[in-house]
Each structure stands twice: as structure tokens, then as C-alpha cells.
């Protein structure tokens, strides 16, 4: 099965990035594996696109992206620093070569180049080529990857784009190799298109390409050329090959070998490769987590084992300890004359005298042995059930009473150890069957498990800040300068209801009410929402005022002699205030087939959302929040939410949501 990409591979994928994401603004970049970064990306008319890049191994555009770390890695921070909100300007594959380039420009270039060969790496340097820092430091016979050294790349092989009759003649008569080997390696296009070259041009792929006749040397030239037209003419067919059902390889156009195979046929060469590695990769730590939580469960099982075995012993011994002290009230006779007779022999004879007279006594049929030193009597006691003799080791030196209670003393101990053997194998089937219960979620592993992230359909006013009050009445808001003026010359109408806080840099907020009266609830939820979005918030200032007037009132153009920057507006006539608002907000979840992120007013958004908590103006930066109430809503929710929130939202997000400036938890 395939684990990484071709140089072929690398070409489509180039043509189709460039189509793409060019243009496209940096959002965040994360460090998602160990030799894994995402980079989150903003295009116009497209939204967030991630790519994701696995050095050695794959370059593409994913729905699937891993989970971001909560705790950002050194190489992710450093990323971070030199392309945060850069702009991708030009993608290039060096040289037919797995190394792609992504150049980058913010205050300068920045180009991040990936290499996808075995040992890669990934490595951001200034425009000249120097190495500012890099995932791995790595030192070759021809190259060093070290911060401040210059990046060189890897000793070029053959471009079969650009090779010509003359070159390919040179090649074959220099080798040493045969025919497929030749071209896997000196071509670096691996074994694949080499054999693809050797069936299209009918040639025993194993012949020594010295050997190769004039007239055969051309034919292996058509054959390059044919094999390799779609990258030319772009007639591309991303394909996902499979074999018993199981997927063996992704390829861009169809190939010769795979004849007869099954095969998946995709829109563009992305989609066929984020199905192919992240499917692959989703089994391939599924399997994992399987074969984990089966490990975990035979553990478990094993320590189960012994518990039980413990308690069947200690079941064992409660019983015999408690016969051994009924055994001796049971024959309290024979027992109480024997110790009254050797308490009075001890008195005048010698043991061994006493050792020939016990054999003597009445009693002697009970007597296994007499330990002197030990001041015991060994009995043979018939139990109380008769089936069996039981050995019971008496303190002569005791009473009856006394020994009968040593075994029960015993009894108790067992007993209570019995009691906690119980418990301890009652907790650890619970703790199986909650494994069992919970599956795969159980187990944790060192890579996240990829989820398919599914785009929600936007509606129009989700571009803007928006709530549905308690009353039922859709409220927007800008989120700048230029949505507010989207907002009043697009969106507002002649029986709408304007708000606004006197507050520097507060939204444009309308009730749009499609003609029916507005309540005095929803205008007084839309009077804090305007409030919790203006600058007072970043000042920790805990109250404001906001007014409201009718779309009449409200105009573009200013008194004569003076200016109206963009967004703000004239209002003429009388204002009405709704006075010293506290400042709260609620960000909420609402699921239904999907998860979507509310805020706006305490009141209706916990009516319309599963999940939600309050915010007031706080300590806390808006990044590091958004983080936090991710792991807040995940922590909180049921597993089927959890895999909503993880399709369709992230902490990016839940950032657009927040009011500007820090904040806190309140509930």
C-alpha cells in the first residue's frame, strides 16, 4: 500500500494548490503530530481551508485535520511568528522533486518549504534561502538544516518532462542497471511509473538498458512521453485503486497497471489523497486504539482473574478456620480430658515418658503428633460433615475455649478480607464494562485520530454577528467598520429598529422586524448585545449606555464642513437610551445535525443551546479563551455532540464569536 507521494504525485498537486490557495491569508498554524503541521488558511469566496503537510510523507488539502494541540509547540509558535495573517503568494515544486515550496509575503517573503522524500523535513527561511528554523535538525554529506545556515537542496535527478532522445540515449549507456531500475532511480518517480513506462513502451523491464537497441531507446522515449502527457495536457483522473476492498493505491490519471482493479474516482487529485492518507490513517490508529483497548481489557482481565482467585481462597480459609474452631467445641470432651491429663504429666514426667503414655490414652486416636517445643497438639478431627479428617493444631498450653477462638479470630480476618475481594472484583467488572461501554473512546494515543470536518451551509446574516431573540426576532450586527456599513444600507429597513452605544468602535445593531411590533424584551437583549461588542468591554468598563431610534433617523451624510469615516453615522432627532447595561455575554452550541456556535444576550441563548456559558469583561486573552471553551463544550458534552463539535467547529471559531479585549467565565 502507498505511504507517501510520488514527484508525479507532487506536480498535480502543485497545479491544483496554485489554483486554489493562492491569495490566501494565514489564519493559525498548528503542529498536529510529531512530523505534522496544519496550516489554516482564510480564501475569499472559499472560507477556511486547511492543508495539511506531513514531511516525508504528504502535501494537501484535508478534511480531515487532526485536533489542535492545546499546548502549541516551540515549531508551531515559530511559524506562527513569521505567517500569521501572510498571504500565499506562489507554490512551486523544485525541479520534478517531492520538494514543494510555499512562499509567503507579510512585512517580507518567508518561503516554507517541504520535503516529502524519506528522511524530509520541513523548513522556513527568509526569501535568500536562509533557514530561520526547521521541524528537524539534520546534517548530510551535502547539506546542513540548521537555523542560520542556507537551505541546499538534495543532488538533483532527471527531469522525465525535459529529457530528450539524445539524453535518455547517454543514460541508458552510462548504467549498469536494468531497464525499470534505471528509471525509478535516475528519474526519482520511484517504481510505479517506471514500470508503467516499461509496459506502455513493451519492453522487458528487467533488460540491462546497455543492452537496449537504438530503435528500443526511442520506444522507452514515447513511452516516457506518453506516460507522462496528462501532466502536460492536465486531463487528469485522481483515482483511489483498491484491492479487496481495501485501498492499495491513489494515483492522478489511470495507469496501465491497475487494469482491472477497483477503483474510486475523484473531482480533483486533494480530494483522492485526503481520502486515501486520512481514511488509511483513521483505520491505522482505529486499529490501534482497538488494539489497545483489547490489551487494556486483557489486563484488566488478568488482574480480575487473580482477584477472584483471592477471593476464593479467602472463602476457603474462613471455612476451614471457622470448622477448626467448631471441630474443637465439637469434640470439647475428648479435647478438655487430654489437655487435663498432660497439664498434670508435665507436672512428673519427662516428655518422652509423656510421649509413650499419650499413645495409651482413651484419646489417641485423635493425636496425629505432640510438638513439644511448640507447645502443640495436632488432632485428627472427623468433620462436622463426615467425609473427610481434619488436622486442627491445639495450644496445649491453652484452654479449649481460648483455641476454639483463635480459629475463629482467623475466620474473621478471612471474612473480611472475603468482603474486600468482593469489592475489589465488583469495581474491576464495572471498570470493564465501562471500557467495553465507552469502545475506543477510552483509550487515548499519541496522535489524535483525524475527523472529517463537514461545512455547514451559511446563511446570510451568519457573516455578521447576529441572535434570534427571546421574542423571535432576528438581530445583527457588524463586525467592523465596513459590515457596518453592509449592515444599515444592505440589511436595514424602513421598519426595522436601529441601535448603537455611544462607545468608540461599538457595532451597528438592527432588529429586523418584518413589520410587527418589537417588545421591550428584545429591545433591551439587543441594546446588550450591542453593548458587550463595543470597546467598553476591552476597557473592563462593567456598564454602558445604547440607544435606539427608527431607520429614518439615521444618515450618511454628515452636517456641512465635517466627516463621517467609514461605518459611523448621523443621527438626527431624539435618541432613546436604555441606560447602565451590564455587560454579560452568552456563547452557546446549538446541535441538531450539526453543531453551531450562538451569542448574544444571557437569556436567549440558553433557551437555544444545548451547551452555553456566560462571559463578562476579565483577565483572560481572547486566543486562550477560545481554546478554553472548546475544551469546556467538549468536556461537557455527550459523545455523539462531541463528534459534531469536533466536525464543525474550532477554536478559531469560537474566537470570531468573542467580544474584543479579555474576558472570563462567569457561569
Known amino acids: 500500500m502507498k505511504t507517501e507521494v510520488s514527484s508525479v504525485d507532487v506536480s498535480v498537486i502543485v497545479k491544483e494548490l496554485k489554483d486554489k490557495l493562492i491569495g490566501a491569508r494565514v489564519e493559525k498554524v498548528y503542529q498536529t503530530a510529531e512530523n505534522e503541521i496544519l496550516i489554516r488558511l482564510y480564501q475569499v469566496g472559499l472560507g477556511t481551508i486547511d492543508l495539511v503537510i506531513e514531511a516525508s510523507k504528504r502535501l494537501h488539502i484535508t478534511q480531515y485535520p487532526r485536533p489542535a494541540p492545546i499546548t502549541p509547540t516551540n515549531f508551531s509558535m515559530g511559524l506562527r511568528k513569521y505567517l500569521d495573517n501572510a498571504r500565499l503568494i506562489d507554490i512551486t515544486q523544485f525541479d520534478f522533486d517531492r520538494i514543494v515550496e510555499l512562499k509567503f509575503s507579510r512585512e517580507a517573503e518567508y518561503i516554507l518549504i517541504n520535503e516529502l522524500f524519506s528522511r524530509g523535513n520541513i523548513v522556513l527561511t527568509t526569501s535568500d534561502y536562509s533557514i530561520i528554523q526547521s521541524l528537524k535538525i539534520q546534517r548530510f554529506k551535502d547539506r546542513t538544516i540548521h537555523p542560520g545556515e542556507k537551505y541546499r537542496y538534495p543532488p538533483s535527478k532527471l527531469n522525465p518532462l525535459e529529457i530528450t532522445l539524445e ?118 490508529l482505529e486499529k490501534l486504539k482497538e488494539q489497545k483497548l483489547a490489551e487494556k481489557i486483557a489486563d484488566i482481565e488478568r488482574r480480575l482473574a487473580k482477584q477472584q482467585k483471592s477471593l476464593e481462597q479467602f472463602k476457603t480459609r474462613e471455612f476451614e478456620f471457622q470448622e477448626m474452631g467448631d471441630l474443637i467445641y465439637n469434640n470439647k470432651v475428648q479435647i478438655e480430658n487430654l489437655l487435663a491429663w498432660l497439664g498434670e504429666a508435665k507436672k512428673k514426667l519427662s516428655w518422652d515418658e509423656i510421649l509413650k503414655q499419650i499413645k495409651t490414652l482413651p484419646q489417641a486416636n485423635i493425636i496425629k503428633e505432640v510438638k513439644p517445643k511448640q507447645g502443640l497438639l495436632l488432632l485428627k478431627l472427623q468433620s462436622l460433615d463426615r467425609a473427610k479428617v481434619v488436622e486442627v493444631d491445639i495450644d496445649f498450653r491453652k484452654k479449649l475455649s481460648e483455641n476454639a477462638q483463635e480459629f475463629y479470630k482467623k475466620a474473621k480476618k478471612q471474612r473480611e478480607k472475603v468482603l474486600g475481594a468482593q469489592k475489589a472484583v465488583e469495581a474491576t467488572l464495572r471498570e470493564i464494562s465501562k471500557l467495553r461501554e465507552m469502545g475506543l473512546t477510552a483509550i487515548e494515543i499519541e496522535k489524535a485520530i483525524p475527523t472529517k470536518r463537514v461545512k455547514r451551509k451559511v446563511q446570510w446574516f451568519e457573516r455578521l454577528r447576529w441572535f434570534i431573540s427571546s421574542d423571535g426576532f432576528l438581530v445583527i450586527g457588524g463586525r467592523g467598520a465596513p459590515s457596518n456599513e453592509e449592515v444599515v444600507k444592505k440589511y436595514m429597513q424602513p421598519e426595522d429598529l436601529f ?163 479579555s474576558s472570563e467565565i462567569s457561569k
Not at 501532466?231 to 489511470?254: A, G, R, Y
Request: charged share 25%; aromatic share 10%; hydrophobic share 40%.
Open 167 to 284: 539524453g535518455l540515449s547517454s543514460l541508458f549507456k552510462a548504467s549498469k542497471t536494468d531497464l525499470v531500475r534505471c528509471l525509478a532511480t535516475q528519474f526519482n518517480i520511484g517504481g510505479l511509473y517506471a514500470e508503467e513506462i516499461c509496459a506502455n513502451a513493451s519492453i522487458d523491464k528487467n533488460k540491462l538498458t546497455q543492452e537496449l537497441t537504438p530503435n528500443e531507446i526511442r520506444i522507452v522515449y514515447q513511452a516516457i512521453q506518453k506516460t507522462f502527457e496528462p501532466l502536460k495536457s492536465k486531463q487528469f483522473m485522481p483515482t483511489i485503486v483498491l484491492e479487496n476492498e481495501k485501498f492499495l493505491d491513489v494515483v492522478p490519471f489511470e495507469l496501465t497497471r491497475y487494469t482491472g482493479f477497483t477503483k474510486r474516482q475523484f473531482d480533483n487529485f486533494n480530494q483522492a489523497l485526503d481520502e486515501f492518507f486520512s481514511s488509511t490513517e483513521v483505520l491505522r
Open 499 to 661: 441601535l448603537h452605544s455611544d462607545a468608540h468602535g461599538a457595532p451597528v445593531v438592527v432588529i429586523k422586524t418584518e413589520g410587527k411590533p418589537v417588545q421591550e424584551q428584545t429591545i433591551k437583549e439587543a441594546a446588550e448585545f450591542a453593548a458587550a461588542y463595543a470597546s467598553t468591554w476591552k476597557h473592563r468598563i462593567f456598564s454602558a449606555d445604547v440607544y435606539w431610534v427608527k431607520p429614518e433617523q439615521v444618515s450618511k451624510t454628515p452636517p456641512p464642513g465635517e466627516y463621517l469615516p467609514r461605518g459611523a453615522f448621523m443621527i438626527r432627532g431624539t435618541r432613546n437610551y436604555i441606560r447602565n447595561i451590564e455587560l454579560s455575554l452568552a456563547i452557546g452550541i446549538k446541535i441538531d445535525n450539526e453543531a453551531k456556535i450562538i451569542a448574544g444576550p444571557v437569556e436567549p441563548i440558553q433557551k437555544l443551546a444545548k451547551y452555553w456559558v456566560t462571559l463578562k469583561p476579565g483577565r483572560i486573552d481572547r486566543a486562550q479563551l477560545a481554546k478554553q471553551l472548546l475544551g469546556t463544550f467538549l468536556q461537557i458534552a455527550s459523545d455523539a455532540d462531541k463528534a459534531l463539535i469536533h466536525q464543525f467547529i474550532t477554536a478559531d471559531d469560537l474566537l470570531r464569536a468573542l467580544p474584543p479585549g
